[in-house]
Each structure stands twice: as C-alpha cells, then as structure tokens.
C-alpha cells in the first residue's frame, strides 16, 4: 500500500481528491451543526441527511468541475474523477461492509470497458471518512479495493479546517450599474397654530 492513488490512476490527482473531499467535509459541518438532539434528531437521522446532502452537493459541484461527473444519481450513488467510478462513505476503511463494495451497473460498466487495457480498471474507489458522527472530518482517506475486497491503496487526504472551493468556472463579474438620484418632491401644507395658518415644506415619500 505505499503507492499513491495517482500512481494507479492518473485520475485520481492530488488535488482532485482534496477538491471532493472538501466538498463532502464542508457539507458534513453544515449538516451536523444542525443536529438537534431535544427535537429528536438521533444518529440515523444525521447519518441520513450527512449522506443525502453529500451526494446532492457533488452532483452541484459536477456542473463546476469538468473532471467531476455524476454515474449513478440514484440508489448506490457514484460519481466519476476523470472517467474513474468513485464512492464516499463515513467507515473505518479496514471495515468497509462487503455491501458498499459492490458497484453499479453504470460504474461495473465503465470499469469493464478499460479492463481489457488498464491493470487497475476494476478497484473500487472510496473516499473514506473514518471519524466520529459528530465530527466533520477526524481523517479522510482515498481507498482502492481489489475485486477480493482487499485494500490495495489507501492515502490519507490532507484537508484544512476551512477549505475554500475554487471552481473552474469563471463567472464574469457584474458590471456597475448607475442608478439616478432620487428626486425629494416638496409639497406646501397648510399648519394651523393658535388660529394663524401658516405653511411649511414637508418631504413627501410616495
């Protein structure tokens, strides 16, 4: 296990992983700050929604990213780095259930296409956080599986407390846009005091 995801896969580049990792840890914080354990939240509950806004916040990040791609939408949800199927979970890598490991349809296809042609086509990649339920991200780790479900990769992903994304999409920047000065319109209105009309200007916000 001393070579590195990139070693295998050229897929799998440092700073692809992180970009995804970050995604998942970031959205994990969001999520787990809202944990309310007196309204009745349990740690299903969390584990649920961890995953569930996890995998739509990928499939989002899939429309910045041109390397990053959504496989499976639904069911066992994959994306794709580069043309590589890769899953996320919340495990201990070394215990990782034989459930997780088995692919999709779409993944198994795309991994049987360049088996014929590429030594490594058929690991199964994880991004593994092996961390407390309440907890972001204690340590995240890319795993590669064997078909044997043995574990013929592991490197653990350096992420910062606060990662901020950088997308490869360029958005123009909004142009500044003159906006006239409002004009105070002023209109006489009668006062009466102690029996002697007099007038004054008062400022009118219609």
């Not at 970031?26 to 700050?33: A, L, Q």
């Not at 690991?123 to 078909?147: L, N, P, Q, R």
């Not at 142009?175 to 209109?187: E, F, G, R």
């Amino acid at each position: 296990m001393n070579k590195m995801p990139w070693d295998l896969n050229s897929d799998l580049t440092k700073e692809r992983l992180i970009i995804v990792a970050s995604i998942i840890a970031n959205k994990r914080g969001e999520v787990i700050d809202l944990h309310n354990e007196p309204l009745g939240d349990t740690p299903r509950s969390l584990g649920m929604r961890c995953y569930e806004c996890c995998r739509t916040a990928i499939i989002g990040a899939s429309n910045d990213f041109s390397w990053l791609g959504i496989l499976t939408p639904e069911g066992r949800f994959t994306f794709q780095i580069g043309l590589t199927p890769a899953r996320f979970s919340r495990n201990d890598p070394e215990d990782l259930p034989n459930k997780k490991l088995i692919t999709s349809f779409e993944a198994q296809k795309q991994m049987d296409m360049f088996s014929e042609c590429y030594p490594y086509a058929k690991i199964v990649w994880f991004i593994v956080f092996d961390t407390h339920f309440k907890s972001a991200a204690d340590a995240v780790y890319c795993v590669g599986y064997t078909e044997a479900n043995e574990i013929i990769c592991q490197w653990q992903i350096p992420l910062e407390d606060k990662v901020t994304l950088i997308s490869e999409v360029n958005p123009p920047l909004s142009q500044p846009v003159d906006i006239p000065a409002v004009q105070l319109k002023v209109k006489l209105q009668p006062l009466k005091k102690n029996g002697i009309d007099n007038e004054k200007s008062v400022g009118d916000e219609s």
